[in-house]
Each structure stands twice: as C-alpha cells, then as structure tokens.
C-alpha cells in the first residue's frame, strides 16, 4: 500500500535512552520534539490543501490533538514546565514513557487509510 504522506524522525530515535541520565533523557526527546513538531505542522497545512475526502476532519480533529501532545511533551522537555508544577499536569517524570505514548497515537493515526478525491485508497503517513 502506498503511503499519502512521509515524515522521518527514526534516525533520531536511540535505544539505550533509558540507560541514560534523566538529563539526557529530557534533552534528547526535546530535540525529538522540535523536530517532529515542525514535520507534522508542515503535515497538517499540507492535508488542509490536499485531496483527501476527509482532510479537514483528518487534520483538525485526528492530527491537532497529538501535535499538541507532543508540544505539551516538549514543554516538559525543556522546562517550560517547571518540575514543581508536574503534579499538576499529572506528570510522573518519565518523559520518555510520556513521548512513545504520544508517538503510539500518530502510529495509529498514521496507519489510517484515506480516499483521495481521485478514489485512490493509501495509507496516510509514513514515519521512518
């Protein structure tokens, strides 16, 4: 099955993240973050214009929501949100574990099938 749309961010990913210090931990899924989150806005303007018969609803109502995950998981990473504020966001520390949960989402989003206006059928994302 073809795929609609790409994005790459594997080459980013790094199986031993969890051997590492939380520092690292948090610095690494920020640079993750920023990069994935600038690929799916450009993903989002760019379903917004395409031919796919649900686009709008793909975008606004599938798509948004787990960029702003991904945004919430990056201002964990930075600091944005200080450390004594966690609690409140109901954030346990494990910034990773928070990351592959939202990756999970675009996962399945990204397995979505979609119909172009042509009636083609394709899978919607490719994420290598």
Sequence with gaps: MDWTYNI????MFDDEIYSKPKDE???HTADICNVLIRQLDSLYSAILKSKITEGEYIAEFELEPIIE???YCQ??????I???SWDDYCFNGDVVALFN????????LA??????????????????
């Design 101 to 108: 949960e939202y990756l999970a989402e675009l996962y399945d």
């Design 111 to 128: 397995d979505q099938r979609v119909k172009l206006l042509s009636g083609v059928t394709k899978k919607l994302l490719w994420i290598g």
């Design 8 to 11: 790459k961010i594997k080459h």
């Design 69 to 71: 995950n991904f945004r």
């Design 75 to 80: 201002e964990i990473a930075n600091g944005i």
């Design 25 to 27: 931990q948090f610095k």
């Design 82 to 84: 200080p450390k004594d």
